[in-house]
């Protein structure tokens, strides 16, 4: 149909023929078709189309649907259930009811959930903390392993109560032995109620002071009051801000009491926490490793003096003892740290000043800031730019394979559910 | 005194109330007044569904559930539009469910739809003709078409029942029926129209 150069489009001859223009509209379309031949024409092949159209005639609505809303109606109004149409209704209307209903019912599912990986967690916190009471025990050794713990624990005797000699003889034959020896096991059995454990001790202090510089000349008295030493302090003097103190103390281990009660008088303790580690296992353990080692230094000392061989071999043994001693050597730095660790206890101090802030004139004007806050503006956006340019060089790839093996599929169950949707 | 009710309840026959008024009177609780726009609406509706869905049956179970839905959402009308259009657009919307179902159906379990009469049901062949060509068109021409010839919804009931705007629905609706024509004057030809639109089915 030409519509070029025709004053009348065939759309508004249709609406007009629909009924659906106004009084003016319709008058100059009806004067208009009346002239018009092929408006004319338009118009008859819409009344044959509508002629055509009525021809798809409808049988009689069935009775059975009017029984049937009957009985609904009447279900209804008495309030009755309504089998089947109710799950339609759910699907498509749902009511505040079943929002709520719905709502609460996952509410309560999480929660469940949560719950139940909540009793998870402590029941692993419960197994850790009998592990740790049952390396703590002092008791009878029951396998290799434990017997070495308890001569272990006979070693760090040796370095906490001194004067000890026939004591210390019987360790070390204990610990020359390559398994648990039953007899000397007894021995060890019955000192073992004697000896301490090796606890490291570790102290934290949060304090508030009104007088910083007064407080850190105390901290300084007590330290040497109390031999110990600050092993790392940071000082912190910021500009209309309070100042701060971090400090990592190092006290001896007998004068730890004291000396936090000294500590305690810097100001007002916000925050104090105790907490000791036990390392009498630790500690045997690497004894009896440093044992081994400076036998197995020993019996390579002897294999390079009493025997000879080719220089092949000799080299060999040279590099082997290198090896033990560099062992050794850890090991005694690691013993050295341990036992310091327990004869000196740490104490962490966090020492602020209480600060009574000043009234200060503003550092910028105001355009300046705002010229600060332009700039830190488009540096955001242009470093979000750059974050999700990256974020899609990094992980496009990832999602294209991903893409690539479950397009397919997907395209294929929705392209079925189209031709489906075709033909109903 | 005895005639004066009955005088009032003639001429309640003679004048019959309107739709929304009928539909006002059933929220506020009139059992008598549902089924009086149940008897005016259950031959156009089930026409409706007849013309839309496979076969009678679910014709039937369609035309149920739209006045069951009328029966639950009562509370909820809102006398905004008119109820015919209010009709129709729950109407299609069970509709569209019954569809995606079926589809689902289709698609996935394999069950083919149970087509309890022929296609060719109706008496008349002209009538067959007409539905295979109708079945041609796309399908958010074929529906504003329908909308307009039998149930005779103006073009603005359509766009509110379709969520289409005005000026669609009016374009679309000419070029149903230019492609209908087309379609029954040449009816072993091809169809360049329903291939055209063949994209749009959120209808």
């Given amino acids: 149909m030409n519509t070029s ?24 379309i009806s004067e208009h078709v009346k002239r018009c031949s092929e408006c004319a024409g338009l118009a008859e092949q819409f009344h044959g189309t509508s002629a055509s159209l009525s021809r798809w005639s409808v049988p009689i609505a069935p009775g059975i649907v009017e029984d049937a809303v009957e009985e609904l109606t009447g279900k209804e109004s008495s309030g009755e259930k309504i089998g089947k149409a109710n799950i339609f209704i759910r699907a498509s209307f749902w009511s505040w009811k079943q929002w709520t209903l719905w709502i609460g019912a996952t509410t309560v599912g999480l929660a469940v959930l949560f719950a139940a990986a909540g009793s998870l967690d402590n029941r692993d916190a419960v197994h850790r903390d009998r592990l740790v009471r049952n390396v703590g025990r002092a008791g009878a050794p029951q396998s290799e392993s434990d017997a070495y713990g308890t001569v272990g624990k006979l070693e760090t005797g040796r370095n906490v109560i001194s004067g000890q000699a026939g004591f210390n003889t019987s360790t070390e034959f204990a610990v020359g032995g390559t398994g648990p020896a039953p007899p000397v ?91 000791g580690e036990e390392v009498s296992q630790q500690h045997a353990d690497l004894v009896a490793r440093l044992k081994n080692s ?11 003096t009493q025997r000879t061989g080719k220089m092949s071999d000799v080299l060999e043994v040279e590099q082997e003892i290198a090896r033990v001693r560099g062992e050794i050597e850890g090991m005694e730095a690691e013993q050295k740290n341990l036992e310091h660790r327990v004869d000196f206890a740490t104490v962490n101090l966090q020492l602020t ?31 979000m730019v750059l974050a999700i340019v990256l974020f899609f060089f990094e992980e496009g790839p990832t999602m294209l394979f991903l893409l690539a093996i479950f397009l397919p599929p997907l395209w294929i169950v929705w392209a079925r559910y189209r031709r489906a949707m075709a033909t109903v | 005194m005895n005639e004066t009710p009955r005088k009032t309840e003639k001429e309640a026959q003679a004048s019959p109330l309107s739709d929304e008024q009928l539909m006002a009177a059933f929220v506020k609780g009139s059992h008598a007044a549902f089924g009086e726009l149940f008897s005016r609406y259950k031959q156009p509706l089930f026409g409706f569904f007849r013309r839309r869905a496979a076969d009678a049956a679910h014709a039937e179970e369609l035309t149920q559930e739209t006045f069951l839905a009328i029966l639950r959402g009562a509370s909820r009308y809102e006398a905004c539009a008119l109820f015919r259009t209010y009709l129709y657009a729950i109407g299609f919307k069970i509709l569209r469910a019954h569809r995606r179902r079926a589809a ?41 078409l329908l909308l307009r010839e039998f149930e005779e919804l103006s073009y603005a009931e359509i766009a509110v029942v379709l969520r289409l705007p005005l000026n669609t629905v009016r ?26 639109t063949e994209s749009e089915e959120h209808v």
């Fill in chain 1, 5 to 28: 150069a025709h004053p009348v489009a065939p759309e508004e001859v249709m609406a007009f023929l629909d009924g659906e223009l106004s009084i003016t509209e319709a008058e100059a």
């Fill in chain 1, 353 to 383: 000043e209480e600060y009574k802030a000043q009234l200060v004139a503003p550092t910028a004007s105001v355009s300046t800031r705002m010229h600060n806050a332009i700039v830190a503006g488009l540096q955001n956006v242009s470093e």
């Fill in chain 2, 104 to 144: 689902f159906r289709l698609a996935f379990l394999g069950k083919v739809p149970d087509y309890r009469e022929a296609a060719v049901q109706d008496a008349a062949e002209a009538g067959l003709l007409i539905r295979q060509a109708v079945a041609k068109l796309g399908a958010i021409d074929r529906e504003v």
């Fill in chain 1, 185 to 275: 096991a007894g021995k060890v059995d019955s000192l073992v109620s004697v000896q301490a454990p090796m606890i490291a001790r570790t102290v934290t202090l949060t304090a508030v002071t009104k007088d910083f510089a007064a407080s850190r000349a105390l901290l300084e008295a007590i330290l040497a009051r109390r031999h110990g030493y600050a092993a790392q302090m940071n000082v912190n003097t910021p500009e209309n801000a309070p100042r701060s103190l971090q400090a990592s103390l190092r006290i001896p281990t007998a004068e730890l009491a004291s000396a936090v009660g000294d500590l305690k008088a810097l100001g007002r303790v916000e925050n104090e926490a105790q907490s």
């Fill in chain 1, 294 to 304: 400076r036998e197995t230094e020993q019996r390579l000392q002897a294999i390079l």
């Fill in chain 2, 171 to 196: 374009s679309r609706l000419f070029r149903a029926r230019t492609a209908l024509h087309d379609l029954l004057a040449a009816p072993a030809g091809k169809q360049p129209v329903a291939e055209l």
